[in-house]
């Protein structure tokens, strides 16, 4: 199984993700929006972006490493958030940063959204992992 991650020349700089990532062989994993809900179905965090940021991405941990995959694996990743502001992008940047690879940070995309399924959800990310 091979990775490729690519940030090539005429695209413009990346900070914490990659242009494009291009994958090989191994086991695909899709693993769907994860949450700030921890175990008992309860809101981690509420009104809190930088708590219910945590909680996802421990969320993500959990059902990557259920499928024998890490955020080293992560290739691609999806943010969306409640009502995104400028100000909004360093505290997710940074809570990030704890998680994903610092060598191969994946391809990412971060949207703005009205409103996300639970009332009191702030944050809900997806990620697609491939391993050997």
């Given at each position: 199984?091979?990775?490729?991650?690519?940030?090539?020349?005429?695209?413009?700089?990346?900070?914490?993700?990659?242009?494009?990532v291009a994958t090989?062989?191994?086991?695909?994993?899709?693993?769907?929006?994860?949450?700030?809900?921890?175990?008992?179905?309860?809101?981690?965090?509420?009104?809190?972006?930088?708590?219910?940021?945590?909680?996802?991405?421990?969320?993500?941990?959990?059902?990557?490493?259920?499928?024998?995959?890490?955020?080293?694996?992560?290739?691609?990743?999806?943010?969306?958030?409640?009502?995104?502001?400028?100000?909004?992008?360093?505290?997710?940047?940074?809570?990030?940063r704890e998680y994903?690879?610092?060598?191969?940070?994946?391809?990412?995309?971060?949207?703005?959204?009205?409103?996300?399924?639970?009332?009191?959800?702030?944050?809900?990310?997806?990620?697609?992992?491939?391993?050997?």
């Amino acid at each position: 199984m091979t990775n490729q991650f690519l940030n090539p020349p005429g695209l413009s700089p990346t900070s914490g993700w990659t242009h494009v990532v291009a994958t090989r062989g191994g086991k695909t994993i899709y693993v769907s929006g994860q949450v700030a809900v921890n175990e008992r179905g309860e809101v981690v965090g509420k009104g809190d972006l930088r708590a219910q940021t945590k909680q996802t991405f421990e969320n993500l941990k959990i059902a990557l490493t259920s499928a024998g995959a890490s955020f080293a694996d992560v290739v691609k990743m999806n943010i969306y958030v409640v009502g995104l502001k400028p100000e909004m992008v360093p505290i997710i940047r940074e809570v990030r940063r704890e998680y994903v690879s610092k060598e191969h940070p994946p391809a990412s995309t971060m949207v703005g959204v009205t409103s996300l399924v639970g009332p009191d959800w702030l944050i809900e990310i997806e990620a697609i992992a491939v391993v050997a």
